[in-house]
Each structure stands twice: as structure tokens, then as C-alpha cells.
């Protein structure tokens, strides 16, 4: 089904997908498919394509890019980021989206490529301060999209229409778009082909190329080859497996994998994947039907996931298998079972972890137990994840990973893959995305390696803004700018998004680090002088009981402080706090070489 979206009003826009895809989408033809751009004198047109990654070029996350022609946005992903381990307390980190603050009108729609969190994590917390503009998307990410926002009270309610690789959509003016199903390790991905007056753009999204995947079609590199035969101006594709040479492995030789271990084992087999990744999810399904075994979800994703898929279905198996309270696991012996939870990745409030602290209710690692993580290590969690292990073998569980057997398969291209993507497309411009800087840097070498020459490979940081424009003889070219989209860090901890900055992370840091002391004294309001001692209390610093000395040298100096004030003038609250504060500061260090938080208390009676 070929589809047309035309110019929205937004308070127009239905709710209803069946009904929006009758008032809103009209029959096109795809080798026919004109670009039309009519746009008036007195909005002062470049007629420049305006690519802005939001995020995505710097960290493996936080996936969203714009395409601006004129005054017409279209947006690919609202993705998240897992904090850095100095992000004290952060839970995520978001795109920065105050380039779009005074463009919410021009937003034609969003595009979400699949249903990753780092491709729809940011959607809750964006899509109603941009205007809840229509989003387009395959059905599977629909379904995890609608969880993921249903429990966010300030998220209005979605406009979402369901595509798939059949669909064209226009947007806008500018903007005409078609789908290319690839592979990932979540089924209904997407690469983007958007067609504008200024050329022709490939996003890959998350890709890899797998000719044998689970519940999914092949690669369909005929359809890759006929887009690279039409022109391609910029190719933007996937970098994150940029750095590992040879090809991605299939998902489907992760089953026979996992096929030997459930053949052998006899007692429990517990297994830590993402619980995003359904088609490894189906495998384990296929697998545990076939020996006999029983599957108990753990994990609020996991059991999420399983049941939209479920429902929808992209995962199938007979809901039998499924063990469906801690009452019936009791009863089944070890050998009939698989646990399937979350945490793989060493995240605190997990599956994994839960058990290993001792703090799940029912489940404890035991002799017998075998424990695959059926998943690699995302880049900064390696010391949390071997923590893990470690912690799990103590208690008597034997540890398996995709290190000592083929038990993960990635989800994105490696190097020879991502070769033969770009000598399908034959792009006139290449971009690297979705990854570290040293992974883009590797992709770029890939670049020049496949022919395409230096002078058209833009390696970009988040924010910097790459134009597309015709020259004079009609020509498509790429040029990186210097201008720049502000990308800062907006942080999400707990209910405050973006009320986190820099400044409270660097206090949680040396809280962290060398704890807080409080310093607490009380003046008359009138005099100014001190009254009776300051108290003080410290917290991870040291232990007051075995430093009673520095104790009352640190209340000698507080006090001291306070009297020094001159008599002639009203005491100065911030005045003496600053004096408190660095000058016990100071003297601390002096005496233990640490730096705690000062934290000055005055109280005038």
C-alpha cells in the first residue's frame, strides 16, 4: 500500500489510526512520485537541506535526528542514554530539543525507526513539548511505544499511524518517504529514504544484514541495490559494530547454540537478555517447547515485551509453556525450567542483580544452576558486568557468555557488512551515525576504503548542522557547517527532566568521593556573636567518635569565624557561610587531604 500524508492542522489530526489513514492518506504512485515545493515569497527560502543530529553522533543513544527544508522538520527517533557511571542518580539522559522551541509549527511529523529505548526512550517526555505532532511507525514499535508513554500522565495522548515497508508518505511539502525493511534484533526496523527538491537522504537506523533471521524476511538487497540505482546524495548509516572486521553472525546460529546448552543441562538454566531483543526472545521459546522445559518471566520489561508481541503476533509460542506464579515454579523440578529475566548488563534494579544481593523474593542462585548472558557488553558497564559474574559464581551458578560460546548474535552491521551496504547504495555523500567518535572515525575509513571520496565523508558532532543544496548546474552538494544546535545534556532524575545540571552532578560526585559535613551556628540576630558552640555532623566523611580532635578544632574554627565578623554592622548570613564554607574547607584538607561538601548552616535567634 502506497500512502500520501498531507499538510496537518493539528488539532485535526485524528486519533483514530484506521479513520486517520482514510482522511489523511490518499494513493501514490511510487515511480511516479512528484516533489512539489510551493513555498511563499515572504518566507525567504535557501532551499537547503538541513540535516541536525541531536544525538547519536558522540554516544551509543540518545538517537535523534532533524531534516529541515525550509520551513518544514521531519524528525527521525526520540531515543535515550544510559548515564555515565559519574552521572550520580541520573536515570537517563534526553535530546535537547531548544532548537525546535520556536519551529514547533513547522514539525510535518515523526519517524521512529524501531523500538529500541534508545530510539523511543525520550518520546514521553518530547513529544507533548513539541506539539504532539503524527508519528509513524511499524506496528510492533506501536505497541512498545504506547507502554512506554502510558504511565507518563504529561504525555498526551499519541497520533500514531502503523507503516510498513509498502508505504510512502509525504509530509509537508518537502518531504517524500519510504520505508526499507532491514534486520536488527527487533523485528519491524526500519532504514529511511527521504526524498526532498535538494536530494536524496538513506538513514539506516539499526542494521544488520542477516540472510537467515528469526521471524523475519531476509536482507532484501535487490530493493538496497534498485535505491543506490535512483541516486543516493547522503548515505547516513549505522556505526556502532563499525570497529569489528568480518560479518555480523545470524540470529538463527544463536539458536543452535543455546540448542546444545538446554540439550545437556540438567538443572536450571537462567538466561539475562535484553528484553527488546524478540527474536532471540522466539528461539528461547522454540527451544524450551522442544526440550520439554517451562519459561518463568522476570522482569518488568521482559514481561512487557513478551506480551505485546505476544499479542500482536511477533512472538509465538503456546502460552502454556509460560510458569505463571512463584506457587507453580516451587512445583516443578529444576530440571523443567528456564528463567528468563532481564539485568545482563549489570543494571541495579534488575533481575540479575535483584537475585545476586539477595533482594528477590523467591529466586537464589544454587548449585546446578547454569546462567547465560545472552548478550554483549555495552561499552562502560565491562566493571558492573564481571562485578556480576563474579557475585553469581560465589553462590554456585556456572556463567556462560557469548565470549566462551556463540550466544549472542549483534544487531548491527560489522565492517564487511556495512562495505556492502555502501557499494549497493553507491551514495555521492557519506555520514557516519550512531556511535562513539573513534567508531564514526572507523566507518569513515570504511568509507574511503569502498571508493567514496575524502572530501565527501562528514564526520559531525551532535548539534553541527551538514546542508544539502543544488549548485548550478543542478547538482546535489554536501556541505558541514559551522553552525551548531545547542545538544547539552538534559538529564532525567526520577520526575525532574532537565532541572539536573552539571553543578549538582559535580556535588554528588564529591559527596561520593570524600562525603559532607554540616555546619551548623547559632547568632544572635542582634550582635551578631556567637551562641553556645556550632554544631556539626558529618556524613561519609569521617566517624566523629574516632576523630573527636578534629572535631572540636573544626567547632574552634567555626566559631572563630563568627566572631570575627565586625561589631559595627549586622551580622552577614551569606558573608560568614562563604567564610565557613571555605575557610573549614581549607583547614580539613589540611588536615586529612580530602575535600567534603561544606554545608554552612546559620540560625540567628
Known amino acids: ?81 544510559f548515564p555515565e557511571e559519574d552521572m550520580l542518580g541520573i536515570d537517563y539522559i534526553i535530546p535537547n530539543i531548544s532548537y525546535l522551541e520556536d519551529k514547533l509549527d513547522w514539525i510535518k511529523g515523526v519517524i521512529i525507526s524501531h523500538g529500541h529505548m534508545d530510539h523511543i526512550g525520550g518520546i514521553p517526555h518530547i513529544i507533548g513539548k513539541i506539539g504532539n505532532p503524527p508519528m509513524f511507525m511499524g506496528k510492533l514499535t506501536a505497541g512498545l511505544v504506547r507502554k512506554r508513554t502510558e504511565e507518563y500522565k504529561s504525555c498526551p495522548k499519541l497520533n500514531i499511524f502503523e507503516i510498513d515497508d509498502k508505504n510512502t508518505l509525504r509530509l509537508g511539502k518537502s518531504f517524500n518517504i519510504e520505508f526499507l525493511r532491514v534486520n536488527h534484533s527487533i523485528p519491524d526496523s526500519f532504514a529511511v529514504i527521504i526524498r526532498t527538491p535538494a536530494g536524496t ?17 531476509p536482507a532484501d538487497l535487490n530493493r538496497i541495490a534498485k535505491i543506490g540505482g535512483e541516486g543516493v546524495t547522503l548515505l547516513m548509516s549505522d556505526s556502532t559494530d563499525s570497529t569489528h572486521p568480518g560479518y555480523q553472525i545470524s540470529e538463527s546460529s544463536i539458536g543452535d547454540e543455546i540448542g546444545k546448552i538446554f540439550e545437556k543441562i540438567e538443572g536450571r538454566i537462567i538466561i539475562g537478555t535484553f528484553a527488546s531483543q524478540l527474536s532471540r526472545l522466539q528461539k528461547i521459546f522454540d527451544l524450551t517447547e522442544k526440550y520439554g522445559r517451562r519459561i518463568y518471566l522476570q522482569g518488568r520489561s521482559m ?12 512472538l509465538k ?9 512463584e506457587s507453580e515454579l516451587k512445583r516443578i523440578n529444576d530440571n523443567k525450567i528456564i528463567i528468563l529475566g532481564t539485568g545482563a548488563q549489570g543494571e541495579s534494579n534488575a533481575f540479575l542483580m535483584r537475585v545476586v544481593n539477595n533482594e528477590h523474593r523467591t529466586i537464589s542462585f544454587k548449585d546446578g544452576d547454569t546462567v547465560i548472558f545472552s548478550s554483549s557488553i555495552i561499552p562502560g558497564n565491562e566493571r558492573t558486568i564481571q562485578n556480576l559474574r563474579d557475585m553469581i559464581v560465589r553462590q554456585g551458578a556456572h556463567v ?15 565492517q564487511e557488512d556495512l562495505k556492502l551496504m555502501m557499494r549497493l547504495l553507491k551514495p555521492e555523500n557519506f555520514m557516519p551515525i550512531e556511535g562513539n567518535h573513534y567508531m564514526l572515525r572507523a566507518h569513515a575509513e570504511l568509507a574511503e576504503n569502498v571508493g567514496i571520496a575524502k572530501e565527501n565523508i562528514f564526520v559531525a558532532d551532535n548539534g553541527q548542522i551538514l546542508e544539502i543544496s543544488k549548485n548550478n548546474r543542478g547538482q546535489s552538494v554536501c556541505k558541514l557547517t559551522a553552525h551548531k544546535a545547542t545538544t547539552d545534556y538534559v538529564m532525567v532524575d526520577g520526575l525532574g527532566v532537565g532541572d539536573v545540571s552539571n553543578i549538582v552532578l559535580r556535588d554528588r560526585q564529591v559527596m561520593s568521593e570524600d562525603g559532607m559535613i554540616v555546619v551548623i551556628a547559632t547568632i544572635d540576630s542582634k550582635t551578631g556573636e556567637p551562641i553556645g558552640n556550632p554544631d556539626l555532623i558529618s556524613r561519609g566523611f569521617v566517624y566523629m567518635k574516632e576523630n573527636r580532635e578534629l572535631i572540636e578544632k573544626t567547632r574552634m574554627r567555626v566559631k572563630k569565624i563568627v566572631k570575627d565578623h565586625d561589631p559595627r554592622t ?9 567564610k565557613i564554607r571555605n575557610d573549614v574547607g581549607k583547614f580539613l584538607f589540611s588536615q586529612t587531604k580530602r575535600r567534603p561538601m561544606v554545608l554552612p548552616v546559620v540560625i540567628k535567634v
Request: proline share 6%; no cysteine; aromatic share 8%.
Open 570 to 578: 549586622p551580622a552577614d548570613d551569606d558573608y560568614i557561610k562563604n
Open 201 to 217: 537522504v538513506m538513514h539506516t537506523g539499526d542494521f544488520k544484514i542477516d540472510y537467515s533471521p528469526v521471524n523475519d524476511k
Open 400 to 414: 556462560i557468555n557469548y565470549e566462551m560460546m556463540d550466544v549472542h548474535a549483534g544487531g548491527h552491521a560489522k
Open 1 to 81: 500500500m502506497i500512502t500520501k500524508y498531507k499538510p496537518r492542522y493539528r488539532k485535526n489530526i485524528p486519533t483514530n489510526r484506521n479513520a486517520g489513514f482514510k482522511q489523511n492518506f490518499s494513493p501514490m504512485r511510487r515511480q511516479t512520485m512528484p516533489i512539489k515545493t510551493e513555498i511563499a515569497k515572504d518566507n525567504l527560502p535557501d532551499n537547503k537541506l538541513k540535516v541536525i543530529v541531536l544525538g547519536g553522533l558522540e554516544e551509543v543513544g540518545r538517537n535523534m535526528t532533524l531534516f529541515q527544508y525550509n520551513k518544514e522538520i521531519i524528525i527521525i527517533d526520540m531515543g535515550l542514554q
Open 303 to 314: 514481561n512487557d515485551n513478551v506480551e505485546i508481541a505476544h499479542k500482536i503476533g511477533y
Open 317 to 325: 509460542f503456546n502460552p502454556r509453556i509460560l510458569i505463571q506464579n
